[in-house]
Antibody, heavy 119, light 111 residues
Framework: EVQLVESGGGLVQPGGSLRLSCAAS????????MNWVRQAPGKGLEWVSYISSSSSTIYYADSVKGRFTISRDNAKNSLYLQMNSLRAEDTGVYYCARDRRQWLAIDYWGQGTLVTVSS | QSVLTQPPSASGTPGQRVTISCSGS????????VNWYQQLPGTAPKLLIYSNNQRPSGVPDRFSGSKSGTSASLAISGLQSEDEADYYC????????????FGGGTKLTVL
């Protein structure tokens, strides 16, 4: 069974930093691209970042470019998101999501971790 | 403002057929396939339809998808109370900075 478990969310002040982690199990993590997708309270889904299976290709949403860094450790079956210079508008639930290129779809999502940026 | 455009709400009575539309552009829906997600209250999104009209294992055949040009639709037949949820369309955007794009979501109410 595919499992994606996010951690690292919490309350942080504007301008602060946070590092999210996602522990993957139930599939060959090193064979799949991964994404971070977020959802502000009461709002829709917003894609944040993509990383290919070997980390050779990385994309960011314009709204986080230069502030967020996606990375992965295939030996630890883990995905990360380093978030710096956080703003109030970064508040929301952050989902780790598996990318299935053969289907051109995000096919599995974690349960999410809540990030709140507030003073 | 979402890249893909969906109606904010839709509704139907049990047993009815409901459709939800999704409009995009040549760089996303027009050049790539469309996926649909169901998000029940307080839960993570779940893949409902991929590659325009394919259902992952376990998704009832009451759910179907279609695409034409730069638009797509999700149809739900034999509406049930447990279908009350938010529905999102998504597509890969092949513009200069490739990325996933989502619709703003449609809240489906079963009356």
């Amino acid at each position: 069974e595919v499992q994606l478990v996010e951690s690292g969310g919490g309350l942080v002040q504007p301008g602060g930093s946070l590092r999210l982690s996602c522990a993957a199990s139930g599939f060959t993590f090193s064979s799949y691209s991964m994404n971070w997708v977020r959802q502000a309270p009461g709002k829709g889904l917003e894609w944040v970042s993509y990383i290919s299976s070997s980390s050779s290709t990385i994309y960011y949403a314009d709204s986080v470019k230069g502030r967020f860094t996606i990375s992965r450790d295939n030996a630890k079956n883990s995905l990360y998101l380093q978030m710096n210079s956080l703003r109030a508008e970064d508040t929301g639930v952050y989902y780790c999501a598996r990318d299935r290129r053969q289907w051109l779809a995000i096919d599995y999502w974690g349960q999410g971790t809540l990030v709140t940026v507030s003073s | 403002q979402s890249v893909l455009t969906q109606p904010p709400s839709a509704s139907g009575t049990p047993g009815q057929r409901v459709t939800i539309s999704c409009s995009g552009s040549s760089s996303n829906i027009g050049s790539d396939t469309v996926n649909w997600y169901q998000q029940l209250p307080g839960t993570a999104p779940k893949l409902l339809i991929y590659s325009n009209n394919q259902r992952p294992s376990g998704v009832p055949d009451r759910f179907s998808g279609s695409k034409s040009g730069t638009s797509a639709s999700l149809a739900i037949s034999g509406l049930q109370s447990e279908d009350e949820a938010d529905y999102y369309c998504a597509a890969w955007d092949d513009s200069l900075n490739a990325h996933w794009v989502f619709g703003g979501g449609t809240k489906l109410t079963v009356l």
